[in-house]
Nanobody
């Protein structure tokens, strides 16, 4: 099992940057692929980005490609989501999730953090 805790959210203006962190417990974090998802009020949870167990492969939603970067430091048991050129439509609660294999559907992941709020004002 793995426990996940997100941090780094906040209120920013359009065009600003934020870096989210997903800290994991456990000594086997490198066995897990990690994804970032987000959920805006009244909307379904949607895929944002994912990284393979080693970090060698990354995947992005079209809406964030070129603006967001996912990375991981297995020595620190942490996955990051660097978000640049933020837009008001990026406003959501951001969740990290982990499982043995990555995917773009929330149902692919068994382990979830509690989420961190990101609000982008225009």
């Amino acid at each position: 099992q793995v426990q996940l805790v997100e941090s780094g959210g906040g209120l920013v203006q359009a065009g600003d940057s934020l870096r989210l962190s997903c800290a994991a417990s456990g000594r086997t974090f490198s066995r897990y692929a990690v994804g970032w998802f987000r959920q805006a009020p009244g909307k379904e949870r949607e895929f944002v980005a994912a990284t393979s167990r080693s970090g060698g492969s990354t995947y992005y939603a079209d809406s964030v490609k070129g603006r967001f970067t996912i990375s991981r430091d297995n020595a620190k048991n942490t996955v990051y989501l660097q978000m640049n050129s933020l837009k008001p439509e990026d406003t959501a609660v951001y969740y990290c999730a982990a499982d043995l294999n990555s995917g773009t559907y929330p149902t692919r992941y068994n382990y979830w953090g509690q989420g961190t709020q990101v609000t982008v004002s225009s």
